[in-house]
């Protein structure tokens, strides 16, 4: 019974000092770089008929953010053009994984990110978009190969 207790209080004191120690280190993030609308699709090069992850970091005033390209397009789908829609956490970072269609032509595309901020009036319900970041980032696409599931 003495040693669950001793473990207990060792592991409050640990635990304590951790959230402590937590705090200090947020610290060290510039003021400008919380500030900075960044975008990163992972991999830089996907093939057709993939997914790829997408990383978002929108300024604290955004509360949604939107990724859009012509790699995006659903199959059997008119448009052309695909926004996709990342939900943000309180410090402005979102994460989505979007598929890249079999039907999205080979060559160079471009991935656009709007960070925005969507306030809604309660009693009208009417929507107000204002666009607080923006950003683009190039992705090729590659031609679908049979041959790589097969080494």
Same mark, same amino acid.
């Given at each position: 019974m003495r040693a669950? =207790?001793?473990a207990g209080a060792m592991a409050a004191l640990v =635990?304590?000092?951790v959230t402590v120690a937590l705090?200090? @280190?947020g610290d060290r993030v510039p003021a400008a770089w919380k500030h900075r609308t960044s975008l990163r699709v992972v991999p830089d090069r996907p093939r057709q008929n993939d997914f790829v992850r997408v990383f978002v970091h929108c300024p604290p005033a955004a509360n949604h953010a939107?990724?859009?390209s012509t790699a995006f397009t659903l199959k059997g789908s008119r448009r052309l053009y695909r926004e996709v829609?990342? &939900?943000l956490s309180d410090r402005g970072l979102g994460r989505a994984?979007? &598929?890249i269609s079999s039907y999205a032509l080979p060559g160079d595309h471009e991935a656009l990110l709007r960070?925005?901020?969507v306030t809604i009036d309660p009693r009208t319900r009417v929507r107000k978009? @204002?666009?607080v970041g923006r950003c683009a980032v190039p992705l090729r696409v590659r031609r679908f190969t049979v041959a790589r599931f097969f080494d």
């Open positions: 669950a =207790i001793r =635990i304590g000092q705090p200090a @280190r939107t990724v859009g829609g990342v &939900s994984a979007v &598929s960070c925005v901020e978009v @204002r666009v």
